[in-house]
């Protein structure tokens, strides 16, 4: 079994600045692709940043340039690096890894975090 622990939400002030950890936990051998997703109330879920193992990154145009995904692939970590906040970047956000191989072969597919809550407000 593993599964995706997602730290790092709160309330901040427009213009402020967030930190979002993701930490896969289990028998991991190796994990393909991490992403950050958000979803505002109403709102459908969408892609915010991508990661792929080798390091190459895509962004939603509407993050490009204020946040930054990276990875710790010895501590199977994702990271999001969310600055200059504003309002309409308040949502859950949620990872995502699109494939995680365990120690004893086993594959799991896109896996889920339960998401954490970031709130921009003054």
């Known amino acids: 079994q593993v599964q995706l622990v997602e730290s790092g939400g709160g309330l901040v002030q427009p213009g402020g600045s967030l930190r979002l950890s993701c930490a896969a936990s289990?028998?991991?051998?190796?994990?393909?692709?991490m992403g950050w997703y958000r979803q505002a109330p109403g709102k459908q879920r969408e892609l915010v940043a991508a990661?792929?193992?080798?390091?190459?990154?895509n962004y939603a145009d509407s993050v490009k340039g204020r946040f930054t995904i990276s990875r710790d692939n010895a501590k199977n970590t994702v990271y999001l690096q969310m600055n200059s906040l504003k309002p309409e970047d308040t949502a859950v956000y949620y990872c995502d890894v699109d494939s995680i191989a365990t120690m004893g072969a086993i594959v799991y597919l896109e896996v889920w975090g339960q998401g954490t809550l970031v709130t921009v407000s003054s």
């Open positions: 990661i792929t193992s080798g390091g190459s990154t």
């Open positions: 289990g028998s991991i051998f190796s994990i393909n692709a």
